[in-house]
C-alpha cells in the first residue's frame, strides 16, 4: 500500500490549505484515515481522522478550522485547513489502519506546511 500525501506549502496566518492523500489500495478496505501532524521537537499527534462508515474525530486545536473527507472514487483523503496559525505549521502526514484492533498501519511520506504570522 502506498499513500501519496500532498498540497503543503507556505501560507500566511488566516489563509487555507488542502492536502490531498492518494492511496494505492481502494480506500473501502481500511478501517479508518487521517492525518497527522509533527513539529520540530514535539511528538507526532493526531490532526483528523475519518472512518469507513464517515465518523469524523478532529483534534480539539484544529476543530472548526480543519475538514477531513473522502473521495472514494479517486481513492483519495483530504484535509481542508482554514484560518490557518503559524502553530499549525508541521509536516502533515496521512495514514491508514487495516485488520482487526487495525494491527495495519501505513504511513505516506509527510507533506511540509509552513504558516507564517
Known amino acids: 500500500v502506498q499513500l501519496q500525501a500532498s498540497g503543503g506549502g507556505l501560507v500566511q496566518a488566516g489563509g487555507s490549505l488542502r492536502l490531498s492523500c492518494a492511496s494505492s489500495r481502494n480506500i473501502f478496505s481500511f478501517n479508518d484515515m487521517g492525518w497527522h501532524r509533527q513539529a520540530p521537537g514535539n511528538q507526532r499527534e493526531l490532526v483528523a481522522r475519518?472512518?469507513?462508515?464517515?465518523?469524523?474525530h478532529y483534534a480539539d486545536s484544529v476543530k472548526g478550522r480543519f475538514t477531513i473527507s473522502r473521495d472514494n472514487a479517486k481513492n483519495t483523503v483530504y484535509l481542508q485547513m482554514n484560518s490557518l496559525k503559524p502553530e499549525d505549521t508541521a509536516v502533515y502526514y496521512c495514514?491508514?489502519?487495516?485488520?482487526?484492533?487495525?494491527?495495519?498501519?501505513?504511513w505516506g511520506q509527510g507533506t511540509l506546511v509552513t504558516v507564517s504570522s
Open positions: 475519518i472512518a469507513s462508515g464517515g465518523s469524523t
Open positions: 495514514n491508514a489502519n487495516r485488520g482487526w484492533n487495525n494491527a495495519l498501519e501505513y
